[in-house]
């Protein structure tokens, strides 16, 4: 879909996709996670997901950082990978070759129609890291969209999405607005400044059909290295009173702002 380039500094493989850092893959050892956002998804399945092997889809594959990793914390996965650039995928299996013995799946598929065809309740976990042009996709956080995770969710799974936004989470609002509606429980986890509307940045939304152990997911994020939070749908709206969800139906769905200059952020 676009130019791809693989480049190997200090141990670690970054993945660019026309000039946005799409993944980095630490070469040694997958458990080290370099990106903060990325950290932030390992600590909520690391704080909310059973212990044990997980049923893991993936939305968005980038260099296969989160698959990885899963892998190496919980052997014998299963994980499908939805990624429809085949270009991507065939660059990065060639520079940065998958671990032996790993059960992840990659279909050459969006987002949409992937899980479209996935059964009911397969997944434990979906995870929604997908961007085009260094920006979420529009069709990736509507309710309609949301309520087909749910189906292929097992009923006390996660929804784990990547969310980026500009001060001020109008857009990411709006995103756990619909969450909320068809999951019934979401929270935020982000560095504070994000959180707290002072930048542009990544937040992970957490979101199940079943109550979030807010207590678990704030100890772990204390825990963090870099300042990390937690903020329950309840201060969500506090903050962004009148957030209305994101319909493909009534023309609502955009996708997320665009991003400021890909050499100075970057998305996986």
Do not use: C
């Not at 014998?76 to 940065?96: F, K, M, N, W």
């Not at 619909?178 to 707290?196: N, P, S």
Request: glycine share 12%; hydrophobic share 45%; no cysteine.
């Amino acid at each position: 879909m676009g130019e791809v380039r693989v480049e190997v500094e200090g141990g670690v493989a970054a993945v660019l996709l026309d000039g946005f850092p799409q993944s980095a893959v630490d070469l040694d050892d997958p458990t080290v996670l370099h990106f903060e956002y990325v950290q932030q998804l390992a600590l909520v399945v690391d704080a909310l997901a059973p212990a044990g092997t997980l049923r893991v889809t993936h939305v968005g594959g980038g260099g296969l950082t989160l698959p990885r990793w899963v892998h190496a914390t919980r052997p014998g996965s299963p994980q499908i990978v939805l990624e429809p650039d085949v270009a991507l995928t065939e660059q990065v299996r060639r520079d940065v070759p998958l671990p032996r013995g790993h059960r992840m799946r990659v279909r050459p598929v969006g987002g949409e129609e992937g899980v479209a065809a996935l059964a009911d309740g397969s997944a434990d976990v979906v995870v929604l890291d997908a961007f085009v042009d260094g920006r979420v996709p529009a069709g990736l956080t509507t309710v309609e969209w949301m309520a087909d995770v749910r189906r292929v969710l097992a009923p006390a799974g996660l929804l784990l999405a990547n969310v980026t936004d500009e001060p001020g989470m109008r857009y990411a609002a709006r995103v756990a607005a619909g969450a909320q509606e068809v999951f019934g429980h979401t929270a935020f986890v982000g560095l504070h400044e994000v959180l707290k509307g002072r930048r542009f940045g990544n937040v992970v939304l957490v979101a199940s059909p079943g109550p979030l152990d807010l207590y678990t997911l704030r100890r772990a994020a204390a825990s963090a290295v870099l300042p990390t939070g937690v903020l329950p749908w309840a201060d969500v709206a506090r903050r962004v009173p009148g957030a209305r969800p994101l319909r493909s139906g009534d023309g609502t769905a955009v996708p997320s702002p665009e991003p400021p200059d890909p050499g100075g952020w970057r998305v996986r």
